[in-house]
Each structure stands twice: as C-alpha cells, then as structure tokens.
C-alpha cells in the first residue's frame, strides 16, 4: 500500500527536510509531488537519489493526492488547507493557521496519538510549534506518572526557526564581524550574531510574545488544560537545534533519578545525562538527530516536588519535517487513510 504525497513549501528549510526524511524513512509513497509558488516553478529538489522539479501549487489538482504536507506559511495555509482537505486529500500542516482550531487536532505522535482520529472534520492536521513540540515529549512521561502542576521554561532558539533567511542573517553578520563590516539588520529587531534576543514573533498586550503564547496554548491543548505555564523565548545565534531550561512542578513527589529512568523509557525521548564536563546535549549534537535529548535532570529544592532540566532537539526535524511524517505515519498504521489509487 502506497500513498500519494504533496509537499508544498518544497523550496523552504522545512519542505527541504520533510522530503529527506520521508526518503530516510521509507515512507511507502507511490508519487511525490514538490509545491511552491509560482516563482519557484521548475527549481529542483532532492528526494533521495532522485531530482523533482517544483510544481507551482495554484495550479496543481488535489484530487488524486492522498496526504500533504504543508510547510508554507500560515497564510498560505489558511488559503489552502481547507480547499486541499476538500478535495479529499489530508493536510499536514506546519503553520499555526489551525493549530487552535477545535475541529483540528494538534499531534506529537509520542504524546497524543489518540487525538488524530478526529482529523476527519476537516481533514486537517496541525503540526506544533517547534519549541513546544519537542517540550511535551519530554514532559509527557513524567505527567502521566507524577501529573504536572506548573512549568516555567525559557527557550534558546536556533535562527533555522526564522527560515533561510534567519540562516543567512547569523552568516552575514558573524562574516561582517570579523572582517570589520557594517553589520545590517534585516531579518531580526537587533543584531544576532554575537547577541540573543528575547523576543520571538509579535508582542501581545500582556507583554508576552506570541511565540510565549504558542506554548502555553498548545502545551495546554496536547497535554493537560489544568497545567500552568509561562515561557520567556530567546533567539540565539545558533544555526540548528533549539535548547530550553524547564522548571517543573508536580503533585505526587519524583526524583532527579526516577525521572531519569522515566525519561529514558519513553518514546522520542533520550536521555544524556552525567555529571561530568561535556555530560550533557548541547544544539550542535542534536542537529540532524531525531530523538528529544534530556540532560542536566536535577531536584529543585525552592518547591515542592521540582525538578529541574535541559531540553534539546533539532528544531527543523522533530520541531517540524520529522513530526509531520510521523503523523502521516500515524494515520496509515491506525488504518484511518487508504490510498486513493492502488498501486501498479
């Protein structure tokens, strides 16, 4: 049984990385179709060995595709998800056009696999937020043991989660640096290279950005409405992996070594952990990995029942391309899609 599939977006880091991981996979596609905007017509892609020329989406009928991969934008998304999804094709989507949506469920395989089944509403599927995607992995386990009460995290986020554009922003300037340029700021509100920024995406009347909102809303929608959260998320200059330090608090008592233990059994999830130098994961290692890391994993003494611990994952493979293959993955080990066409 082979399927069918779109990615559009095809040209961006993301589609780029959905195509490769569905090659490394082995995902069972009869076709693959690459999708961008017109502009991009006729650039080639890579899919494995093979070569595919973009097709322009505008133009390209649905009809025939059984899933698609959507990594273009969440304008774009809100354009074409719901013509897509009412052509009878199911829409992956990597934007947060739907993820709020009550008629679309927002998945991470390893936490909510169940949710999926209500795809069928509007046979749209939203993909996480790359910072809270690999955060519920790691957190998951541990709430169905000792049932999370509060998390406090703080986010150190890599430039890919700004595009090709964020990568090409941290090159320039490190390059201008060194050999005593001007420096220009284009993609981002303050210098990268050589600096962080604390602040992701459009500020809010709160005072909290809406990048910080994303992972409360989809922590809540994913894991547990009851757990309380507050984020402060930071761009820093780092090409690929996105880092994160999480306080938790829980009901029930855990310890530093039962969560570890915890952790190392669960799905998605691996555990680093010595306390030595260099005993630890750090964004450089996780860039081209697929796994959910943990490491420093520690009591905290100011509350009860707290731990402590650092959070890594590359952000373009399971913070986007990874997990949207795996929801597709999800559908045809549950028997919820069938190929439209049967194979030759």
């Known amino acids: 049984m082979s399927f069918k599939v779109a990615v559009v977006g095809a040209t961006g880091n993301v589609g780029r990385e959905m195509l490769n991981i569905l090659d490394e996979r082995g995902f069972p596609v009869s076709e693959v179709v690459a999708l961008a905007s017109r502009r991009s017509q006729g650039t080639e892609v890579s899919f494995g060995d093979r070569t595919l020329k973009v097709r322009a989406l505008d133009s390209y009928d649905f009809s025939d595709t059984d899933i698609c991969v ?15 999804g009412k052509q009878g094709c199911v829409v992956i ?6 993820r709020y949506d009550p ?3 927002l998945i991470v395989p390893e936490v909510n696999p169940d949710a999926v089944s209500t795809f069928t509403r509007k046979n749209i599927i939203a993909n996480p937020n790359c910072s809270t995607a690999q955060l519920v992995v790691a957190l998951k386990p541990l709430h169905d043991v000792a049932t ?7 986010t150190y986020q890599s430039v890919s989660g700004a595009g090709k554009e964020g990568m090409d922003e941290l090159f320039t300037q490190t390059r201008a640096v060194f050999v005593a340029d001007s420096v220009d700021v284009k993609k981002f509100t303050k210098r990268i290279a050589f600096n962080v920024i604390p ?6 009347d709160d005072g909290f950005t809406k990048e910080e909102w994303k992972m409360v809303a989809e922590t809540k929608k994913m894991l547990d409405p009851k757990i309380k959260l507050t984020a402060t998320c930071v761009r820093v200059p780092v090409f690929i992996g996105h880092s994160e330090a999480v306080n938790i608090e829980f009901e029930k008592p855990i310890t530093a070594d039962e969560a570890r233990e915890i952790l190392r059994e669960a799905p998605g999830c691996q555990v680093l952990d010595k306390r030595e130098d260099g005993g630890y994961i750090t964004p450089l290692e996780s860039a081209g990995e697929d796994a959910t890391f943990i490491s420093r994993i520690r009591e905290d003494s100011t509350v009860d029942n707290g731990l402590s611990m650092w959070v890594v994952s590359d952000n373009l493979r399971k913070g986007a391309a990874l997990n949207a293959v795996q929801i597709a993955e999800l559908l045809i080990e549950r028997g919820l899609i069938q190929p439209k066409k049967k194979a030759a």
């Open 70 to 84: 959507m990594s273009a934008g969440g304008n774009v998304s809100k354009e074409w998800s719901p013509k897509i």
């Open 103 to 105: 008629d679309v469920p």
């Open 148 to 154: 999370i009460k509060r998390v406090v995290v703080a």
């Open 199 to 204: 602040h992701i995406d459009v500020f809010l």
């Open 93 to 98: 989507d990597n934007s947060s056009a739907f």
